[in-house]
């Protein structure tokens, strides 16, 4: 039942917006109701809801806080809008991978760790003598808590000669200590080690340990004089005649300079290159569970507080239920000796489960309390969010989310809509992005933006109850809620081999036999926490890379401590037959391009090689001696010396967070004025790289290799974007659709496996359409794609499905139905079956 438009309590009234694309918008959305905004990618909508509503919440908040706090606060940018009229404060629920620390999990997040701590303090059965210990001895990250062998993070790293001198039949001059840097510094120590008389022409092997030890071990770091390139006797006459040295060099044991690069660095690659050296095995101490003895002697239900931490949230509620309700026999044996923990063991009980029971509502009972938030998908950790809002019991709030159907089977995605059915209940607005059609029909109220992507979009086409868009011609989003737009299916094909796998385990996956077929579109379903990712992205890609003895890094793309990321291998499995018939794998992922603005799509596409070829090739640059390198923004002879490139400056300003601004010396064009004064069809390196991929296209017309490129990144549906757009600007799914359109501008030769984990994520129906046209196009070129896919318009075109399922996680992890679309449907078991069966 919808409501009128005088049914709404209030209005939010927005003013001259221009964020982004934003066309000067004006806009009245109500509160109290949940509001969505709708339209293509890249239409304008998160320019809308996030850069102009959350950002000027958050601005109006940030106000009233002091200079000093504000600092802490990650802040957007003030919004460019002319005003704003009965904003209630806002919180912000983004799609965002999980915080790099592998310290972070779903306890920290939604705070059931600190209950549980607080549980096991004031009503764990204590070993007779052991005095009571305070709740934070139960955290690993506390003085306190943490285990005294390996400092909480339960294992134990050592650096042995093993590892510093992985080959010793080599000699110290031909790098046997690999753990030396390899450039000058290593060079440096081993001019050290002929100075003070070391043989480093000799096997390693065959120098007395007691050197070895020395070089490798030694705490001592002396002061020598150096002459490089002469040998010991020939130094030991130069200092003995007072020859002056090239310099004076100080020693460092190879481990101290593996600990301390360790600890030091600030290099993200320096760290994971020295980690390499350090041997991890579980703790002897606390096997693995990161805390002191007498916290892991108390215990409850059972269990210690590392074991139940393990346990998934469904299986903990069941634990739980008896003493919440008082039901418990531990409880009834305690009532007369201390019943004042039997009261403390209630109430915490209560409140756990209460908090609990929101997110096993949303689905996410296969997660445990321990599960660290680097290895959680950007949808579960929203979800996770949204549960910790739920129980918040906040209202007057504005919540603004980001597409949180993300990663969501259909069955998810109701339990998604009762859960913001609660917080609308509790007196919130509710205002999301969203582009899955069952959500957008639960909407008190539609904002459809658009008509087209970035220069094209910006205007509101509609904003009203959802009925009225049916009547708005230019709405591309209003076909697919109401005209039930079907083009016509085509022919299934059938698989031309299969590829076998057997005795597949990892996560909740045991001893799978499973068949993927070759030469068509195939789609893996299931619930969330199923088991599908783990199948298809990890356990799949894994051994097809091994036997095509590919090195691929399918690691969580987290920047956390290389020591405390823990390895999931696949514990076993194998490909039986199949593999005659793939000669590539491509793994198209949703990880950055780049991690630095300097990465952009031109870049990454290898469009930008041809660009600047063309501008080399003008009269005026061949008569300025200029090269194709004269045009990129990474050499120094042609990009701004102030910026060196990066087009913006950072802005240092004491108590506030650093900005960044457009650097004055070029006005944010990269380039020093010389190289802009060589132009292409009138138009400057700088005014390229600031078209669109759709002007881009136009404009390079007469130069094939370019004008193709462009092309087929503007079919899988990215017209929008600029060709100098900055990889760190670009959204997961972005980022996954230019690796796409990379790769179908390669040559096709066939045979290639291609591997896709939910690409249609962020994307409007329309742009799915295209997205498939794209992914066909591959299938009929000989290859095989192979899709983990939630969106059932994109499962009900497949060749295709596996069901993985019932349920998630220990639930999870079976082959419930395989078959071609028609087949699923008629499964009673299969989950999918139901939704899928609407759009065949």
């Not at 150096?226 to 007072?242: A, D, P, Q």
């Not at 590539?584 to 391009?593: A, E, F, H, N, S």
Request: hydrophobic fraction near 35%; charge should be neutral.
């Amino acid at each position: 039942m919808t409501k009128a438009n005088n049914d709404f309590s209030g209005f939010v009234r927005v003013r001259g917006a221009r964020e982004h694309n934003l066309k000067n918008v004006n806009l009245e959305i109500p509160r109290n109701a949940l509001v969505v905004f709708t339209g293509i990618s890249g239409s304008g909508k998160s320019s809308l809801a996030f850069g102009t509503l959350y950002a000027e919440a958050q601005r109006r908040y940030l106000e009233s806080v002091s200079p000093y706090a504000r600092r802490l606060f990650n802040q957007m940018a003030i919004p460019e809008v002319d005003e704003i009229e009965g904003l209630p404060p806002a919180v912000a629920l983004q799609q965002q991978r999980g915080a790099a620390s592998t310290r972070s999990s779903v306890g920290s997040v939604t705070t059931l760790s600190n209950l549980l701590r607080m549980l096991y303090s004031r009503a764990g059965n204590y070993p007779p003598g052991q005095d009571i210990i305070y709740a934070e001895s139960f955290s690993p990250n506390t003085p306190e808590g943490a285990c005294t062998e390996c400092h909480g993070l339960g294992r134990v790293y050592e650096i042995t000669e093993k590892t510093m001198v992985p080959d010793d039949t080599l000699t110290i001059r031909e790098k046997a200590i690999a753990a030396w840097p390899s450039a000058w510094q290593g060079q440096n120590q081993r001019d050290i080690l002929t100075t003070m008389g070391y043989d480093i022409d000799i096997p390693w092997k065959d120098l007395p340990k007691k050197e070895r030890d020395w070089i490798l071990f030694t705490e001592e770091q002396p002061v020598v004089p150096v002459y490089s390139g002469y040998t010991h006797e020939e130094i030991l006459r130069f200092i003995k005649n007072k020859r002056q040295p090239d310099y004076m060099g100080t020693f460092t044991g190879a481990k101290r300079y593996v600990r301390h690069t360790f600890a030091n660095t600030q290099s993200a690659l320096m760290k994971k290159r020295v980690s390499q050296y350090m041997v991890s095995s579980e703790c002897p101490l606390c096997h693995g569970k990161r805390l002191r003895q007498e916290s892991l002697s108390v215990r409850f239900a059972g269990y210690d507080i590392a074991e139940i931490s393990e346990l998934p949230l469904d299986k903990l509620a069941a634990i739980f239920a008896p003493y919440a309700s008082g039901e418990a026999k531990e409880l009834k044996q305690l009532s007369a000796k201390s019943p004042e923990k039997v009261v403390v063991a209630q109430r915490i009980t209560e409140d756990f489960l209460s908090r609990l029971q929101v997110m096993l509502d949303l689905g996410l009972g296969y997660l445990s309390i321990e599960r660290s938030t680097p290895t959680l998908s950007p949808g579960e950790l929203q979800r996770l969010r949204l549960a910790t809002q739920v129980r918040s019991n906040l209202f007057g709030v504005v919540y603004v989310l980001d597409e949180p159907s993300a990663g969501l089977h259909p069955a998810d995605t109701e339990a998604l809509l009762r859960a913001l059915d609660k917080l609308k209940a509790a007196g919130n607005s509710l205002f999301v992005v969203e582009h899955e059609i069952e959500v957008i029909r639960h909407a008190d109220w539609i904002v459809d933006v658009g008509p087209k992507a970035g220069e094209h979009g910006g205007h509101v086409l509609y904003s009203g109850v959802p009925e009225g868009l049916k009547n708005v011609a230019d709405s591309i989003t209003r076909h697919y809620i109401y005209q039930e737009q079907r083009h016509a299916k085509q022919e299934t094909r059938e698989p031309k081999e299969w590829l076998r796998l057997e005795g597949v385990s990892r996560n909740n996956l045991k001893d799978l036999k499973i068949s993927f077929p070759l030469g068509v579109l195939t789609s893996v379903t299931g619930v969330s926490g199923s088991g599908k990712s783990s199948l298809v992205s990890q356990v799949l890609v894994e051994l097809v890379a091994e036997h095509l003895g590919l090195q691929l890094d399918i690691s969580a793309d987290t920047e956390a401590d290389p020591l405390e990321q823990s390895e999931v291998i696949t514990t076993a499995g194998r490909i039986t037959s199949g593999m005659k018939a793939i000669k590539r794998l491509v793994v198209v992922d949703q990880k950055p391009i780049g991690r630095t603005p300097r990465s952009n799509l031109a870049t990454y596409t290898g469009l930008f090689d041809h660009v600047r070829k063309l501008f080399a090739a003008t009269p005026i640059a061949k008569s300025r001696k200029y090269d194709a390198g004269r045009f990129s923004f990474n050499v120094a002879k042609g990009r701004c010396p102030h910026c060196e490139g990066e087009g913006m400056v950072m802005v240092e300003l004491l108590f506030l967070p650093s900005v960044y601004t457009p650097c004055p010396t070029c006005g944010g064009t990269r380039y020093n004025p010389k190289t802009l004064e060589v132009k292409y069809k009138d138009k400057n390196i700088a005014e390229v790289l600031g078209m669109t991929v759709d002007e881009g296209a136009a404009f390079f017309d007469e130069e094939p290799a370019i004008s193709r490129a462009l092309e087929v990144v503007r079919e899988v549906g990215l017209g929008y974007l600029r060709l100098g757009q900055p990889a760190t600007e670009l959204s997961g799914g972005e980022a996954q659709r230019i690796k796409l359109a990379t790769e179908l501008q390669r040559t096709q030769h066939g045979q290639t496996l291609y591997i896709l984990d939910e690409p249609t994520t962020g994307l409007h129906p329309s742009d799915v359409e295209r997205l498939l046209l794209q992914l066909n196009r591959l299938v009929d070129a000989g290859n095989t794609v192979i899709l983990v896919e939630h969106d059932m318009d994109v499962v009900a075109e497949s060749d295709w499905v596996i069901d993985i399922g019932p349920g998630a996680g220990e639930d999870g992890g079976q082959v419930v139905a395989e078959g071609k679309p028609a087949d699923i449907v008629k499964n009673k078991i299969s989950r999918t079956a139901a939704y899928l069966s609407k759009h065949l």
